[in-house]
């Protein structure tokens, strides 16, 4: 078995948020474990960690597959079945065994669809890892938004690669309005991206009208995509944000998660209050 080292990657300025599906690299603002804490400064790249292999891997599906076997814990096992993530292996390790897969950037991306194919999550996740976003295509990065149900896979493949695609717009108005609750979330994670990135192709005022309307009685996990939208539109927009924040007051969504102490909550106001006071006091 590979000899593996961790190491912290740091990122400058960042805030503690209450949030779900924590423990992978560059997570969405939120997703799927009540309680836990993420470091996240105000735009959405958060603190990743990494690991360092000491060997390669043979570039196989079967050697990718032993390692990772070999990485199994069963405590860690039942821990993310807790959240639906069907593995057991430390997301560190995990990123270790697909920086150990050494391949020029045309076959690993070939490789990384050959993994994808297992259907086995952590063999999902490193394909994710080591694929080439750009390559993908709107009907197959559609059909993987669709088959990968696990919520690390979902998040990662939100966040490392469809936010990645050139295809990024077309993506968004695609999924945003999709009746599977999954699909749309996604959607929606990647309009915070760009209220973030590039507001100008958003009407954000008619986001917010969407958000008052849809976010009460939507199911949770949408429900927390259009939350992050809320919450960013209020962070990035002063003409917008008294609006944002009586939306969050109004409806009360996620107003009683349960938040850690040194954490900030995922209720709206609350949060736009905290990253616009950072900003302020980092402005001078």
């Not at 990968?148 to 490392?160: E, M, S």
């Given at each position: 078995?590979?000899a593996?080292?961790r190491r ?12 779900q ?6 997570e969405r ?16 790249t958060m603190?990743?960690?990494a690991a360092?292999?000491q060997?390669?891997i ?13 990485l199994?814990d ?5 821990a ?13 390790k ?10 020029p950037?045309a ?11 297992t259907g ?14 750009k ?8 059909a993987?938004i669709?088959e ?13 690669v ?10 968004r108005?695609?999924w945003a309005?999709?009746?599977d609750?999954l699909v749309?979330a ?9 209220v973030?990135?590039?507001?100008e192709?958003?009407d954000?005022?008619a ?5 008052e ?9 949408l429900?927390?995509?259009m939350n ?11 003409e917008?944000?008294?609006?944002a ?5 109004r409806?009360?969504v996620?107003?009683d ?6 954490c900030?909550?995922?209720?709206a106001p609350?949060w ?6 950072r ?6």
């Open positions: 078995m590979a593996w080292q912290s990657a740091a990122s400058g300025d960042s805030l503690t948020i209450a949030t599906n924590v423990d992978g690299p560059h603002t939120g997703a799927v474990v009540p309680g836990r804490c993420l470091r996240r400064w105000s735009g959405p603190v990743t960690m360092t292999p060997t390669e043979h570039p196989t599906v079967e050697a990718v597959q032993a390692e990772l076997a070999s199994e069963a405590k860690m096992r039942a993310n079945e807790k959240r639906g993530d069907d593995h057991g292996v430390n997301l560190s995990l990123r270790g065994v697909a920086k150990a897969v050494k391949l950037p076959p690993r991306h070939d490789f990384a669809l050959e993994l994808w194919a086995d999550t952590a063999t999902r996740l490193v394909a994710l890892l080591i694929c080439s976003p390559r993908f295509g709107v009907g197959e990065l559609d993987m669709r990968g149900r696990a919520p690390k896979v979902h998040d990662w493949l939100v966040n490392y469809a936010k990645k695609s050139p295809h990024l717009e077309e993506l108005e695609l309005e999709d009746p609750q749309a996604a959607g929606w994670d990647l309009i915070s991206h760009q973030y990135k590039k507001p192709v958003l954000l005022s986001l917010l009208n969407t958000i309307v849809r976010m009460k009685d939507a199911p949770k996990d429900q927390w995509s992050n939208t809320l919450a960013a539109i209020g962070i990035e927009n002063a917008l944000r008294e609006q924040m009586a939306i969050g007051e409806l009360e996620l107003k998660y349960p938040t850690p102490p040194n900030t909550s995922p209720f609350i736009i209050t905290e990253i616009v006071k900003d302020e006091e980092r402005a001078g």
